[in-house]
């Protein structure tokens, strides 16, 4: 897997943390994780040697037009894409990069605590949650609501903290195929601490392991 972290905008102190979290679960699942900031690992030829790459709590404009290339014929041909955070507010005019996300980042209120409702509990990065996970974070507005496009897996009712602005539908963990290869984004992971949680982690690695064709849960709703 490759756990690309690059950032031009916004940079999260959490991004050792994800960093650490995604090595420590490649150690214990199996699977080898080569973690950089350099976007000259996006060609044709370095991406074929990887089965998903995430972008983790990366912001602004992180590839050249070689890299963007290389990363949707990677995904369009049959690789993995894990979007983590802020990977919803990079790459913002370029449109395949929107869609490979699904939605892009609008704002968001303060940290605070909330409750996701988990939509599908069939699904590997939300099969392990309770229907109501309690959780503090971000809560991350998006521009435009992609329940219509990608299959939801948490939401969050804006009734249970402040600053919401999406209304009554208000998705934040989402799944879909691009191509022939799949995506998964979770808006989730501000906080150090969210790295160090179990339940997260496992958030982390069932998406992941989706993304890469590594695990079941593969009905589209």
Sequence with gaps: MLVFSRTTGYRHDSIPAGVAAFRELGTEHGFSVHATEDHRVFTEESLAGYAAVVFLSTSG????????????????????????????????????????????FAGHPEIQAAA?????????????????????????????????????????????????????DHPLVWCRPVGAGRSFFTALGHCDEAYLTPEFRRHLLGGLLWAARLIDGEQQR
Excluded at 61 to 85: I, M, S
Excluded at 116 to 135: F, G, I, K, N
């Design 61 to 104: 404009e992180v590839l050249d037009d070689t890299g963007r290339a290389a990363l949707e014929g990677f995904v369009r041909g049959g690789g993995g894409f894990a979007g983590v955070h802020s990977a919803s507010g990079t790459e913002p005019d370029w449109p395949f990069y929107g869609e490979l996300v699904g939605a892009r």
């Design 116 to 168: 996701l409702t988990v939509e599908d509990p069939d699904h590997p990065a939300t099969e392990h949650l309770p229907r109501l996970w309690a959780w503090t974070d971000e809560w991350y507005n998006f521009a435009g609501n992609p329940r219509p496009s990608v299959r939801v897996l948490a939401s969050v009712e804006e009734s249970r903290y402040r600053g919401g602005t999406m209304g009554a």
